[in-house]
């Protein structure tokens, strides 16, 4: 490219910027001059290198709680990447059916990743130090991940997060504390010997007690499930549509949670002890999809498959030993 014609560049691109910057009443020669004066821009200062680095700090002196801290913090992250998606999808102008799709393959392409990763807690800590430094940070478990039940209310109807021993008593158009109260984890934080709330379910609610409430309000008429239903249902190639949807649900509420499972019958079966490890929660009947049967979307699958939900993963994946879901 010659001098000249980059100079007609700058010189266009200069105008341009003149008259977006009028547009707002402010004087553009400002602007330029805090360009002028301003570093370059490092990747460390970036994504905040060192303050990432930082926030990794053991309870103990045993080394493999790194990988137990690296690897949560990780799930955080791409969960705040599934909120993020499904914001753009709740808040779209005009929503078509091009960009929901792309928004809902990269939700499962996150939980793809979260699914496939979790070899790094399955197969990377030895049993004995998780054991030890688990001990060190009750009551807090992995239950008490807000951004993951957020990410559930904004799927779907919240009468589908229901228990479902408790769905009997209850009506989809019950008020929102009724149904959060009958929530399905909230039987997953209860004490085995006495059905009380867990310390880990006590410290969860006061901490995010009313934001679940709010989530619940805002996505009652307005969550993935809501606006499949209004505005795709039906329509041309609704099959990919559905095809992306079951896919999640797969992935959200059969493969991530039993991956989950995989890890605590690794680190904690066989010895009731080290329940308290979890937080107090009852695991063994929260974490098998065959015991909570939640599912997003759920008249987007037959009756046989509802019943048998989970059972797809256990012929996958458990060829080798007892079935994890029983």
Same mark, same amino acid.
Request: proline fraction near 3%.
């Given at each position: ?8 560049? @700058? !010189? ?39 303050? &990432?680095?930082? &926030? ?24 705040? &990447? !599934? ?69 559930? +209310? ?8 229901? %228990?479902?021993? +408790? ?82 649900? +797969?992935? %959200?509420? @059969? ?12 680190? +904690?079966?066989?010895?009731? @002890? ?39 993963? @256990? ?12």
């Amino acid at each position: 490219m010659s001098e000249k014609k980059m100079d007609d560049k @700058v !010189i266009e691109q200069i105008k341009k910027l003149e008259e977006k910057y009028e547009v707002m009443g402010q004087d553009l020669s400002s602007y330029l001059d805090g360009l002028l004066y301003a570093d370059y821009l490092t990747y460390w200062d970036y994504i905040h290198l060192d303050t &990432l680095m930082s &926030l990794q700090t053991p309870k103990t002196g045993l080394k493999d709680e790194m990988v137990f801290i690296v690897y949560h913090q990780h799930t955080e992250l791409f969960f705040k &990447l !599934i909120l993020w998606e499904i914001d753009q999808i709740t808040n779209a102008e005009k929503l078509t059916e091009q960009f929901f799709l792309e928004r809902l393959t990269r939700i499962n392409r996150y939980f793809e990743l979260l699914e496939h990763s979790f070899s790094v807690m399955v197969e990377g800590m030895e049993r004995e130090q998780f054991l030890k430094f688990r001990m060190s940070l009750l009551p807090s478990s992995g239950f008490q991940s807000a951004q993951y039940r957020w990410i559930e +209310l904004c799927s779907t109807d919240l009468f589908n997060l229901t %228990a479902i021993n +408790l769905r009997a008593n209850l009506n989809p158009e019950d008020s929102v504390e009724k149904l959060l109260d009958a929530i399905y984890w909230k039987q997953g934080a209860t004490e085995l010997a006495s059905g009380k709330k867990t310390l880990t379910l006590k410290q969860f609610e006061e901490k995010y007690g009313q934001s679940f409430i709010h989530r619940a309000l805002a996505f009652k008429g307005n969550n993935l499930w809501q606006i499949y239903k209004s505005l795709f249902d039906g329509v041309k190639k609704d099959e990919t549509i559905i095809d992306a949807l079951k896919r999640y649900d +797969l992935l %959200a509420n @059969v493969y991530w949670p039993l991956a989950h499972y995989k890890s605590a019958v690794k680190y +904690l079966q066989r010895d009731p @002890v080290d329940i308290a490890a979890t937080g107090g929660t009852n695991w063994q009947k929260y974490l098998p999809p065959r015991f909570q049967k939640v599912i997003f979307f759920p008249e987007l699958w037959s009756e046989a498959e509802r019943q048998e939900w989970g059972k797809g993963w @256990v012929m996958k994946e458990v060829v080798r030993g007892k079935d994890p879901d029983k």
